[in-house]
């Protein structure tokens, strides 16, 4: 099976995370898409997050149903910050008959390089890249095992949700209607 990784630390997950996920699954030649929950990446030390079960609770709710997608919580057990080399390993032991493929958002690609291990990543695992607003593609530096994919561009993020959440503003349609009500039931990022 060839699986693509969207890792993430999905705070919250949201509509343009989903249709990224299900685009990669059901447009390109992968099987499925599994999200990765990370529960603290190293270049978002510092930023508050909802702990890391209630993220992955989140992205349970907003892919039930849909069986090319699945929730990871493989780095909740792993070292932190996490490094995606290291979950890439953890996943390639664990799972020796899957195909593992990188989904990456076109603004990452650059600073691909100052990844813990950026070569061996790149020489042992494909990389389809995404579009995303404000980045030319034609500016982006393209490497072998690298691939650009025609998806959607979307231009939602979870710190707008959260701002939102925190003036009162509605987030109907930006994440799933089970993970609104998670998020308003529960209060999240209500100040």
């Known amino acids: 099976m060839k699986v693509g990784l969207l890792f993430g630390s999905f705070n919250p997950i949201h509509t343009g995370h989903l249709i990224l996920a299900n685009f990669m699954a059901t447009h390109t030649d992968l099987d499925a898409v599994w999200l990765v929950v990370s529960p603290q ?23 039930r149903g849909n069986n090319r997608l699945e929730a990871l919580d493989i780095e909740f057990r792993m070292p932190k910050p ?19 493929v990188l989904l990456m958002g ?16 790149l020489a042992d695992y494909a990389v389809y890249v995404y579009p995303r607003p404000g980045v030319d593609i034609t ?39 089970a993970v609104e009500a998670r998020i308003l039931s529960q209060g999240y990022w209500r100040t």
Not at 44 to 56: A, F, T, V
Not at 83 to 98: C, F, G, K, M, P
């Open 106 to 121: 076109e603004d990452n690609l650059p600073g691909l390089t100052r990844w813990k291990e950026a070569e061996r990543i």
């Open 139 to 177: 500016t982006v530096e393209t490497r072998a095992n690298t691939w650009v994919v025609d998806a959607p561009l979307l231009d939602i993020s979870a710190t707008f949700i959260r701002e939102c959440v925190q003036k009162g503003k509605s987030i109907r349609y930006l994440v799933p209607d």
């Open 41 to 63: 990446s190293p270049f978002k030390i510092g930023q508050e997050m909802l702990p890391e079960e209630e993220r992955l609770a989140l992205v349970q709710l907003a892919i």
């Open 82 to 100: 996490s490094y995606t080399i290291d979950t890439l390993d953890a996943l390639r032991r664990r799972y020796s008959e899957h195909q593992f």
